[in-house]
């Protein structure tokens, strides 16, 4: 029973990190678009200081529950098939999405706080905000690839249904394509807009979910490895 435990923590993590993530957008308020006046974006960290901060917070503990259920779904893996890499894989990638995202939110709160500490500064704010913007952008490869592996991974071991792995491979190849997005300078698909973030992003959250869900709602056995179907019953 404590495997099948240790499996329904990380699934409640992968709730909590998908509930922290959202709540700490919406703190942050309406975030200007690389399309947007230069002074758009100096009145946005001015007057949205206090909720950054807030949302930096939030976001950092959405990112350790999301690094939590990263190594939970690894594990799940490893214990169905412990030939294959694709759990490295998995885990390597939760690791380098949750280093970048760390990085890129701990950033951009630090330039909101000196700006709006050193208002001279804010009239710099454009550059550093759309260089905070690009990274993210990028960051959707490393996304990408966590996803293929771990629709690599479901297939291979069947922990999950199979609709499970094309839901992950889908999304991955949407994380992908939108990184391609990068040398757009205007229209729906520019970097930051809602297109080329929010509709990845929430597929992204709701294939989270119905994992989280699975691994909340049944647990793998500790003998048998390999099995064919642990989890989600057949594809």
């Known amino acids: 029973m404590g495997e099948g435990h240790e499996m329904r923590w990380g699934g409640l993590a992968g709730i909590g990190a998908v509930i922290f993530a959202v709540v700490g957008r919406i703190v942050m308020g309406g975030m200007p678009q690389l399309t947007n006046a230069a002074g758009v974006v100096a009145m946005y960290l001015a007057g949205h200081r206090a909720q950054i901060m807030w949302g ?9 529950l999301f690094l939590w259920f990263g ?3 690894s594990t799940a893996f490893r214990r169905a098939d412990d030939k294959s890499d694709a759990p490295t894989v998995v885990l ?3 690791i380098l999405v949750s280093a970048i995202a760390f990085m890129a939110i701990s950033v951009f709160a630090g330039m909101t706080y000196a700006m709006t500490e050193y208002r001279a500064l804010l009239l710099f704010s454009p550059a550093p905000y759309a260089t905070m913007t690009i990274v993210g952008t990028v960051a959707g490869i490393a996304v990408a690839l966590t996803l293929a592996a771990t629709a690599v991974a479901i297939a291979r071991t069947h922990v999950f249904p199979m609709w499970m792995a094309w839901f992950a491979g889908i999304v991955a190849l949407l994380q992908l394509l939108a990184a391609f997005t990068l040398g757009i300078t205007g229209g729906v698909l520019v970097p930051g807009g809602w297109l080329e973030t929010y509709v990845p992003g929430v597929l992204a959250a709701l294939w989270m979910l119905a994992a989280s869900g ?7 056995p500790t003998v048998r490895l390999r099995a064919p179907h642990v989890m989600g019953g057949h594809a």
Not at 56 to 64: D, E, G, K, P, V
Not at 214 to 220: I, Q
């Open 214 to 220: 699975l691994l909340v709602r049944e647990h793998l």
């Open 56 to 64: 930096t917070i939030l976001y950092a503990i959405a990112i350790s």
């Open 92 to 94: 390597a990638g939760f």
């Open 71 to 73: 190594a939970a779904l």
